[in-house]
């Protein structure tokens, strides 16, 4: 499920993610909650993901059944990082347990009004824990990763060895340096 303030780009990042492609305008405004699937490969297998777009309030009654959040914030808006932490603390509260969740700044290709530094970011997610990067759902920059990412967490976690060869956080944190993020 993708979460956040109003206006940070989750239906964006949604279609981005869906389709490949960047819909812009008032249109889009999210109403109630709305879901869309995409079939991923992963270790050779087809893994169908279905994604959660929510309307910003109330959201809790339906993220208390996901199995990962995507936590958005808006890089050129400072409320949606300062209220990061109110999301974080109703997740703790509402979410399951094992839930797992990524932190994302976005909209990161509008560098010039930027006002949330990556480095707030970083130590955002290092404070609670989360793994995180910055993403565009305008030019698609680490959209698919991020959703990459969170599959093959959820992937290993059903996985009945009992050695995990697969860490979310070193994972993103190597394919971000390399860049070559949707290999599988
Ligand atoms: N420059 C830029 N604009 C973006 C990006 N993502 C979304 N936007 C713009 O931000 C606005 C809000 O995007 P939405 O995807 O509707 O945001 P939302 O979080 O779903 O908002 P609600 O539907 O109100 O919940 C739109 O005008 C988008 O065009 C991005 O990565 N970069």
Known sequence: MLLGDSGVGITCFLIQ??????????FLATVGIDFRMRIVTLYGLNVKLQIWDTAGQETHAYYRDAQALLLLYDITNKTS???????LTDIYDYAQKDVVIILLGNKVSTTSSRVIRTEDGESLAKEYGVPFMETSAKTGVKVELAFLAVARELKERTSVREERSFQIHSYIDSQKKTGNCCAN
Request: hydrophobic share 55%.
């Open 17 to 26: 993610f869906r389709d490949g492609a960047f819909l812009s305008g008032a």
């Open 81 to 87: 990082f300062d209220n990061i932490q109110a999301w």
